[in-house]
Structures are given as structure tokens and as C-alpha cells.
T-cell receptor
């Protein structure tokens, strides 16, 4: 019953440091996503990968890079962390495009603080 | 105009009350509709899909009005455990999911 697993759950970074958030899904989904959620802002899409080997920018991609390592794994990298990147990050996956009743499944979130 | 808009909330209701949430979407090509529930400091989880004919799951009823581009969620006999943020989500077949900002519900004893 793992579903979508993301690590780490909590991280504190200093401004300018880099880090990678890891995400893996075991549902054989084609599509994977990274969102951030800030108080009062709702979920905002950072990057997504519609299928293995492809990645595309979402609504707020600046300051981030992603890698779709294989069908299971999709990582998010902060090259030079800034305080504005303090947020909760959610990885998600879906089988988008295979049926009109596709749904999206989320990991438990990663709480990132940049000081 | 935002793609998906919801009642701003918060809604504070007593236990046992009936509460309704509204959601509107701007893209008439939207094809799939969902309500998600998000507890404090947790991930969003699917509450129910919304079908054209409307659907019910226990105390929860979802309605879709394509002509008005409007989705609703009705919760009857509210429980303390219903306290959460409710997210309206729409999807165009083959494209990404679009999330509303959420409506927070607090059910009071």
C-alpha cells in the first residue's frame, strides 16, 4: 500500500544550499508531478512528467529542476535554495490520459525551510 | 479569472448541520471533476469523483452542472471528523489537473 513515497519529510536548508527531493510511485502510473503549497495559495504545479523521458514546466518552475529517472521515480532539485522556496512540497502521480476518470494520488509531503 | 474558484470560507458549523460547498470552473472543455479532502499538514486525498448524473456516497452528495460550469458538494449530518479543507479539482482529458484554492470546514461540538 505504499502508493507515492517521497523523502525527506522534513529539511532545513541554508540559503544557497542545494538539495534533491526524491519521489517514487509503485502504481505503474505514466504521469508524475511536483507541487508546492503555501498558506493561502493552494497547490501550484512546479514541474510534471507526462511519461518516462519527458518533463515540462508548470506554473512556478523558476529555481527548480527535475529528473524523471525511470517510470517509478521523479526527483525535484533546488540548486541554490532561497527563503522564498520555504514551502510544503507534494509529489503526485496519475494515469492521466488513459480514461476520463483518472485521479491523482499524492505523497505525504516534504516540509522544507530555507533560512 | 482563476480556472477553478471555490467558496472562500471558512465554514464553521455545528455537529449535525448540513453544509454545501460550491465550485466554478472556467474551461468548458473540462471533462473530469473531483472533490479532494485535505487535513491539516497532510496530503490531499480523493473524497469522490463527480459524475454528470450526480452521485452520493453516504453523507456526501456531489452534483455537476456542465451548462453553468458548476460543481457542488453537500455534506449532511456533519461530524467533527469532517473538519478539513475541501478542494475542487477539474481535468481536461489528457491534460493536467487544476486545483481550486480550497474551502476550509470546521465542525464544532
Amino acid at each position: 500500500n505504499a502508493g507515492v513515497t517521497q523523502t525527506p519529510k522534513f529539511q532545513v536548508l541554508k540559503t544557497g544550499q542545494s538539495m534533491t527531493l526524491q519521489c517514487a510511485q509503485d502504481m505503474n502510473h505514466n504521469s508524475m508531478y511536483w507541487y508546492r503549497q503555501d498558506p493561502g495559495m493552494g497547490l501550484r504545479l512546479i514541474y510534471y512528467s507526462a511519461s518516462e523521458g519527458t518533463t515540462d514546466k508548470g506554473e512556478v518552475p523558476n529555481g527548480y529542476n527535475v529528473s524523471r529517472l525511470n517510470k517509478r521515480e521523479f526527483s525535484l532539485r533546488l540548486e541554490s535554495a532561497a527563503p522564498s522556496q520555504t514551502s510544503v512540497y507534494f509529489c503526485a502521480s496519475s494515469d492521466l490520459g488513459t480514461g476520463v476518470r483518472d485521479t491523482i494520488y499524492f505523497g505525504e509531503g516534504s516540509w522544507l525551510t530555507v533560512v | 479569472r482563476k480556472e477553478v474558484e471555490q467558496d472562500p470560507g471558512p465554514f464553521n458549523v455545528p455537529e449535525g448541520a448540513t453544509v454545501a460547498f460550491n465550485c466554478t470552473y472556467s474551461n468548458s472543455a473540462s471533462q473530469s471533476f473531483f472533490w479532494y479532502r485535505q487535513d491539516c499538514r497532510k496530503e490531499p486525498k480523493l473524497l469522490m469523483s463527480v459524475y454528470s448524473s450526480g452521485n452520493e456516497d453516504g453523507r456526501f452528495t456531489a452534483q455537476l452542472n456542465r451548462a453553468s460550469q458548476y460543481i457542488s458538494l453537500l455534506i449532511r449530518d456533519s461530524k467533527l471528523s469532517d473538519s478539513a479543507t475541501y478542494l475542487c479539482v477539474v481535468n481536461i482529458y489528457g491534460q493536467n489537473f487544476v486545483f481550486g484554492p480550497g474551502t476550509r470546514l470546521s465542525v464544532l461540538p
